[in-house]
Structure formats: C-alpha cells, structure tokens
C-alpha cells in the first residue's frame, strides 16, 4: 500500500480484512468492473499467509479466462514478490517444466481454470489431498460467469470434491460484479449453507461507463436484408469508430455475424485499408476461429471479431476496447458479461448498442408496430445499469455435468462404490443435492446400458467401452459445448443447418430461409427436422437468440410501453420509435387488456419470463391449439378472442398439468456435453427443472383471464 501510494482502501477493500482474515467464513463481495475486488481478497490473503507461510498450496485462485488469469498472475506475483510467496499459474500454455516444479514442491497461490482443475483430478488424482494439504483459501473470480451453468456446477462440484479430499471446509471468496439479489449468489458460492456467507458490497461506482443505443431503419420492410438500409447504417458506424482498436460486436445470430463481417470487410476493401474485421462462430473450422483469437491477443493487430456466445466468456483474447451489440442481447447476465470485457485499467467500459428495424405502414404486423427488439434491449440495458441480473436457478439439475463429474471421480480414485459416489457428488453442499437416489441409481443403470461405465464383482464402479476413450481424450475437462446442428429438410430437400437450442416438437412454427413453416417430424437420431409450409401467423424467427428472456425484463418492457420516460442514451432515431411504440400500444388499448385480434389469430400479452410463456404454449398445443411464442406473445392461430378466453380459463381454473407428460412430448431435450448418455426419463426430469414452469404457466393464465374478463361485456 505504502509503494502504491495509496492514503486510503475502499470501502470493500476496508470491509474485506476482518472478514477474510479470520479464517472462518466463505466472503462474497460484490463490486463494479476496476472497483479493486481483487485487491480486497489479496491484501487479506497474502497478509495471513505471510505470517502462516509454509509447504502446500495455500491458495487457489479459480478464474474463468486464462487471459484474466494471466493479468491476476502479474499482479499477484508483484505483490507476493517482497513477502517471499511463490506464485504459479496453471493452464494450456503453461510450460510443462513450471507444473512439474510445482508437483513436486507445492507452495503458495495458484491461479487455474475449471478445465485445468479437472484435469489435475483425472490426471494427477491420487496426488489431490498432499497438493492442497494446505490450503486456507479458494477465490473464485467473476463468479457471475458461472452462476446457473454447466460449467459452475462443475466448478462447484469440484470445489466440493477437494474438501472431502483434504477433510475440511475451505473458506470461498467469490468476486463479482454486483449481482441484484447477492443472497441467491451466495447460495451458488456455498450451497445448502448461502446464509452463512459474509456480504460484501461496494456503494462505490466503480468504472466509467460510455454508452449509446442507436437505431436505424428501412424504410421499405421488403428490402432484401444484404442490401438493407439498416444493416448498412450500423455497418458504417461501427467501421467508422472500431477501426484501431481491438473489440468485440455480438449478433444474435451466426447469419448475421457473417452479415455483418461481410459488410465491414466491404468498407475496408473499398476504403483501401487492411481489414480489421473477422467473423467467430461455432460454424467456423476450428482453426479460422483460432486465428481471430491469435489476433486479438495481438496488441500490435488491431482486430474486431463479429461473433455470436463464442466469445462471451472462456476464450482467451486479450483486453477489449469496446463492446458493440446488434439486437437484443440473450441475458441482462449475458450483457454484463461481454460489458465486462471492454475497458482497459484506467479507461472506461464502451457499450455501442444498435438496434435495427423497418419503418412503420399500414401493412406493418402488428408486433412489429411495438418495437419489441428496441424496447427489450433498452429494458436490459435498464436492468443492467440498475445493477440487476437473472438470478441462478439452483432446481437445475445440470445431470450431463453430473456424469462428468462420475467420470473424473471414477478415474480420480481408480474406481468408486455407489453409495459413495452418491455421497461426494450429490450429498448436502454439493451442486448436485437436488438429484435424489431414484435418479442416481437410474443414471448409473443408463450408464451401464449405453458402455460407459461398469461394475466389477464387489460393486466398484469402473470406466467402459465408451466412457475410458471419453475421459482420455482432452475435451472431457469441459463440462459445456455449443448446441447441436439439426439439419433442416422440406419434401427430401435440405434447407441448410441450424444450431436449435429451444424446444422442439411437431406443430412448432418457425422461420428459415425467410419461409414460414410448421415442424412435422423432428428425428433425434439423425439430428433432422422435416419442415411443411405454414400459411397461419408470424412465427418465432429461429437462431436469433440463444436466452431465455426473463420475466424481470419482460416487466420492465411492459412498464417502458406504459410510461413517457425516454432513457439519456437514446439517440435521436431511438426516442422516435420508443414514443411510436408507445402511442400504438396506447391505440392497441394493450394497457387496459393484454388481449388483442391479428387477422384471424389471437396475440395474448402475459408479459413472462419465456419459461412460462414456452409452458403454456406446450399447454395450449397438447390441446390440440396451435400456439407459438412470438416474442414477448403467445400466438393462438386461427384462434378467435372468445376460443382463446375459453382455453385461457380451462389453464386457469384445472390444476396444473404434469410437467413431465409436456416435457415428454418435446424433442430435441439433449443440447447438454453428455445428454445422449441420459434415459429419456431423466432427459425430462432435467428438462421440467430447466425448462418447464407448469405452476407459473397456471399463475399467469389466471391473470390473463382476470385482465380478459374484466374488459369482456357480461
């Protein structure tokens, strides 16, 4: 502190001593993005170690990017360095002569990821319990990046496996940005025991943050979208201020990455300047894709990466300049995520919104008319500045983690008993406590059925035919992936392929190829969705976003169309189309009733989460009404007010339906690493816990019925 010149902690820094220095409690603090969090764990630490110093590691550091886990090192190391606390750091590009050394004389912190972690359990797990001996403390950096995810349940999972190890509880501290309500995040840094955790939250602003939402419009909606006025709008301003500097521009979807890539490429080909501008997606060959990530760790290159989820979080690329989103983002989580990528130390965070949309006619759909992109994304950016977030669902099962989890803890000791593995993995402070002995004992049937895993003569379980091959090969450490390509075919004609990542069945209306169609056959196996012409409705575009929107977001939206309050980071386009929004949701009479005709379909407005609105939807199809989730409505087609009031009140007044028979009649369930190894009874059981809200879906019908009935004439 002396060196640094500092007349003063802030006051998370303050609050982070006698919490951390006890010893005897797990510590969350939550600050904004150059708040000093990581001072205010390590100042702590690295005291209490320097008077405890001794053999063993005594501090693991767990972060979720081996660049920040590289910035993390400098700094730790600089601050370990005068107090003789050896510092090392663990992950792909690490020397194999700086592991051996640390294996053989483990000492002081370490910095790893998930990934790296997991393999020292599969590789190095008879050496576990003298590793970390030690160990006084666990810091999970960015905890917001796992909470609700495969990969966090890993992480917790195998947080919980090394205690068990070493025989004792290790206190946590997670470092996050705020997270809305901290207590349901401290229930993800220590499950089953969240009240025990120490809250820390910093009252202080933290980062300078630049922002704008800017819109661009076409004003004819048949415009060819390769040649649309509003592609070409927010293509020129992103070549204008991009170029220079390393960033990152999400589209929603892979389409529009190479869009939008191809667009910029234009402008640098036509201006006679060096392209600067690369497209990253999962459809990409794995090298193309490595070589924009070698270019934005370039600091000497320059480079934008117009990319989809791939490079929110776990890859590896260097500091970012300025995040740009096109469209809606997926999450309020998500946003803060890719926001937490820009800025360097010492210069503000950069968020460039866009948003683009077509002029409005008389022949514009009526959704159309209301902006929902625009007002979505202003509502997220709301949330997000209102320092809320999703919170994580701790009912998620997260069981294709859980058989990973199984295989490294088999090939961790050799082999596990039942009883046992059900004690590690699923017993009280586990991620996994909700999994009950029914489902583990039916997972280890499935396993056994599908050669993954086998019984010796005493019970022990071992690796099979398929499950040693899959936990040899250097994918298996991961715990998540991208979601499957289905091939999309009409009359024995393919259309293309897609990544589908939401809930499939016969019935489902979709949009490719700028077509409407009704799914009529959807084959597992052969990862195929057969297609028919659909004349009925507006359906959900396919591909566009990979979230779930929540029902936070949705509230918001609806309070947005309802109010006359126009945000400061609007541009002048944006303000416009907000106050056009708003007077046709007034004309809609949307206010009063959230109910309203479309040609001869019916748009009903519950203004839920999406897990509601995909359950009712499941409802309303089972009874043999087409329905489709579009957008922020539920589309009832061919269906008249008064049909859709009776189906409305026959939700309502019955008890709610058995989410498992729903979840039964949904395809396309497994999109998790290891979902193909599950029964297709734990396929829906995992499905209901993430999917499926049959409780709410009822709620929310009840509301719609009272809202309808109240403007209905007797």
Request: hydrophobic fraction near 40%; proline fraction near 5%.
């Amino acid at each position: 502190m002396w060196q640094q010149g500092w007349s003063e902690l802030r006051d998370v820094q303050d609050a982070a001593i006698p919490a951390i220095l006890s010893g005897d409690t797990d510590v969350l603090i939550g600050a904004a993005t150059a708040a000093g969090k990581t001072e205010a764990a390590f100042l702590p630490i690295c005291s209490k170690l320097a008077d405890h110093s001794g053999p063993g590691i005594q501090a693991l550091y767990v972060g979720p990017l081996k660049a920040l886990i590289n910035d993390q090192f400098r700094r730790t190391e600089e601050l370990c360095e005068a107090l003789e606390i050896r510092t090392h750091r663990w992950h792909g590009d690490v020397a194999g002569t700086r592991k051996q050394a640390l294996l053989r004389d483990p000492s002081g912190i370490l910095l790893i990821t998930p990934e790296s972690l997991e393999a020292m359990f599969v590789l190095r797990g008879t050496q576990i319990a003298r590793l970390f001996a030690a160990l006084q403390y666990v810091v999970v950096d960015e905890l917001h990046s796992f909470l609700g995810t495969e990969r966090g349940a890993q992480l917790l999972s195998q947080l919980h496996r090394l205690e068990i190890a070493i025989k004792r509880r290790v206190p946590r501290i997670g470092l996050s940005a705020t997270l809305g309500d901290m207590s349901l995040a401290a229930d993800q840094l220590r499950p089953d025991h969240g009240d025990r955790v120490t809250i820390l939250e910093s009252a202080a602003s933290g980062q300078e943050l630049r922002l704008q939402l800017r819109s661009y419009v076409d004003e004819r909606p048949d415009t060819d979208e390769d040649a649309s006025m509003a592609v070409r709008g927010i293509a020129d301003h992103l070549f204008a201020n991009l170029r220079g500097r390393t960033n990152l521009v999400f589209a929603n979807a892979r389409s529009r990455v190479e869009l939008y890539a191809a667009e910029l490429a234009d402008r640098s080909l036509a201006n006679g300047v060096p392209n600067e501008f690369h497209a990253h997606h999962g459809n990409l060959a794995k090298e193309l894709r490595e070589d924009v990530e070698a270019m934005l760790r370039d600091p000497t290159k320059p480079t934008t990466a117009v990319c989809t989820t791939t490079l929110e979080m776990g890859i590896d690329i260097g500091a970012i300049a300025q995040v740009a989103q096109i469209g809606p983002p997926p999450s309020v989580a998500s946003l803060r995520q890719r926001l937490g990528r820009s800025g360097r130390r010492d210069e503000p965070a950069i968020l460039r919104a866009y948003c683009a949309t077509v002029a409005i006619d008389a022949e514009t759909p009526l959704l159309d008319r209301l902006q929902l992109p625009l007002v979505q994304t202003i509502a997220s950016i709301d949330l997000l500045l209102g320092r809320w977030c999703e919170p994580p669902e701790p009912s998620r099962l997260h069981l294709s983690t859980l058989i990973q989890q199984l295989l490294s803890l088999i090939a961790q000791h050799g082999g596990a008993k039942p009883a046992e593995a059900f004690r590690v993995l699923c017993g009280r402070g586990s991620p996994f406590s909700n999994v009950t002995t029914t489902q583990f004992a039916e997972l280890l049937r499935t396993l056994g059925a599908k050669d993954v895993l086998t019984q010796a003569g005493d019970g022990t379980l071992l690796l099979s035919g398929r499950g040693e091959p899959a936990v040899n090969h250097y994918t298996f450490y991961a715990a998540f992936q991208t979601p499957e390509e289905y091939r999309i075919v009409h009359s024995g004609r393919q259309l293309g392929t897609m990544p589908i990542d939401f809930p499939l069945y016969e019935g489902l209306l979709l949009v490719f190829a700028g077509q409407r169609w009704r799914v009529v056959a959807v084959h597992e196996e052969d990862r195929v969705v057969q297609l028919t012409p659909s004349p009925g409705g507006k359906p959900p575009g396919l591909g566009e976003s990979s979230g779930q929107v929540h029902e936070e977001v949705r509230a918001r939206m609806r309070t947005l169309l309802e109010g006359d309050l126009s945000p400061a980071y609007l541009d002048q386009q944006s303000r416009a189309l907000l106050e056009q929004a708003r007077r046709e949701y007034a004309t809609l009479e949307l206010d009063k009733c959230p109910v309203v005709a479309d040609g001869s379909d019916t748009l009903l407005f519950p203004w839920t989460g999406d897990r509601r609105l995909h359950t009712l939807a499941a409802i309303f199809n089972a009874s043999q009404m087409d329905t489709a989730v579009d957008d922020a409505a539920l589309r009832l087609v061919g269906t008249s007010r008064e049909a859709a009031l009776t189906a409305v009140t026959t939700v309502a007044e019955r008890p709610a339906p058995d989410p498992h028979a729903l979840a039964r009649k949904v395809e396309g369930k497994a999109t998790e690493k290891f979902d193909s190894w599950l029964s297709d009874e734990l396929l829906c059981d995992q499905y209901v816990s993430a999917h499926i809200d049959c409780v709410g879906a009822v709620e929310s019908a009840t509301r719609l019925k009272q809202a309808m009935t109240a403007t209905d004439p007797p």
